[in-house]
């Protein structure tokens, strides 16, 4: 057989340099794959997905996680290629190092910084904003939490069972991605009118399943009424979006000895008439079971309410506390004999 010709001979390192570098391509993790989009993406599939990655590896939610700061790394280097037009066609055609060849051959360095692409999502980049307005979300959901007064005053977990919609692969195709695309229509010679046509992609069908999980809510010291536990992304699915964020609102369950004020505990006591008039020794028992001695010498009046220091609520996130106060409930004999009222004249008089 003949050798080839100068034109083929060039013809044919030209095809065995690109497939060399579709099997390089192949061989290591696709930038599809890293962005956890299908090669047909659109431009907002990535956007809304490399969002949702960067702020799950991010280093600052990943302290010294070697592993999470690599995905990091792998997740802006991806995104930046797939979202320029020129260099996703290269990446696509000829692979990654069809495209470092590319980048070489134009001089370029490493492209954008890793924190220019992260802020331009997250604040410190021009666009913020409206990149926030582009991505839809699912509805927010929040439901109402009791919790004990002793896990508010020592802090606790409560197991909560949570059912919700998963979204789950379906047979057939739907409409996404739809947007507005504006093209010009000739009317006449030199007249054209603008017109307005809705054009969407096809993709998997999705459908809803309801699933459940218990979810473990904790409960930190001081936590007062309305904070909110976040869970994020537990909230509702958004076919084409982001989950909503799921929140637990703190509520104070009712208490049998004690309530609650702000910072401050309430409690009542009943004592004896006797021991109004010549004081008494008392103790209660507080929410983590050590007591507080809240006896007197003295005479203590009906209604009256004394305060005890630093025996309330902890601070939320601080380490002081608010004040108990008691409430005196004096307890009178319902009937005196002749001689009992003889007796407390000659005391009282």
């Known amino acids: 057989m003949a050798a080839p010709g100068k034109g083929g001979a060039a013809r044919f390192a030209a095809a065995l340099f690109v497939l060399l570098n579709l099997a390089v391509a192949i061989a290591g993790k696709s930038y599809y794959d890293v962005l956890q989009v299908p090669k047909g993406a659109s431009e907002d599939q990535i956007k809304r997905s490399y969002r949702k990655l960067a702020l799950k590896y991010h280093p600052d939610k990943n302290p010294d996680n070697e592993e999470a700061n690599k995905r990091f790394a792998e997740i802006n280097n991806a995104y930046e290629v797939l979202t320029d037009q020129e260099k996703r066609k290269i990446y696509d055609r000829y692979g ?4 470092k060849q590319f980048q070489g051959g134009r001089g370029s360095g490493g492209g954008m910084n890793i924190q220019d692409i992260f802020s331009s999502f997250f604040g410190g980049g021009g666009g913020t904003e409206e990149e926030e307005e582009q991505i839809l979300k699912g509805d927010e959901v ?3 939490l009791d919790a004990s007064l002793e896990d508010l005053y020592m802090g606790g977990s409560l197991k909560v069972w949570r059912e919700k919609n998963v979204i789950k692969p379906a047979p057939g195709k739907r409409r996404c991605n739809c947007r507005n695309e504006v093209y010009h229509r000739q009317i006449g ?7 307005t046509e809705q054009v969407c992609d096809q993709c998997p069908n999705v459908k809803f399943v309801r699933e459940g999980e218990f979810l473990t809510v904790d409960i930190e010291k001081g936590m007062k009424d309305g904070q909110e536990v976040l869970f994020f992304e537990e909230g509702e699915p958004k076919i084409d979006g982001e989950p909503g964020d799921l929140k637990f609102r703190i509520q104070t369950a009712p208490h049998g000895r004690f309530r609650r004020e702000g910072n401050d505990l309430h409690a009542t006591v009943t004592i004896s008439l006797v021991q109004a008039l010549v004081g008494f020794e008392k103790t209660i028992k507080h929410l983590d079971n050590h007591l507080v001695e809240i006896g007197t010498k003295g005479i203590t009046k009906p209604k009256e309410i ?5 025996e309330g609520m902890p601070l939320y996130q601080s380490n002081k506390k608010g004040d108990l106060y008691v409430t005196f409930e004096v307890l009178f004999p319902k009937t005196l004999t002749d001689d009992q009222k003889a007796k407390l004249k000659d005391v009282l008089v």
């Open 96 to 99: 990654e190092e069809g495209l």
């Open 142 to 144: 929040i439901v109402e």
């Open 189 to 195: 010679p030199g007249m054209y009118q603008q017109m």
């Open 306 to 310: 004394r305060k005890f220091k630093g």
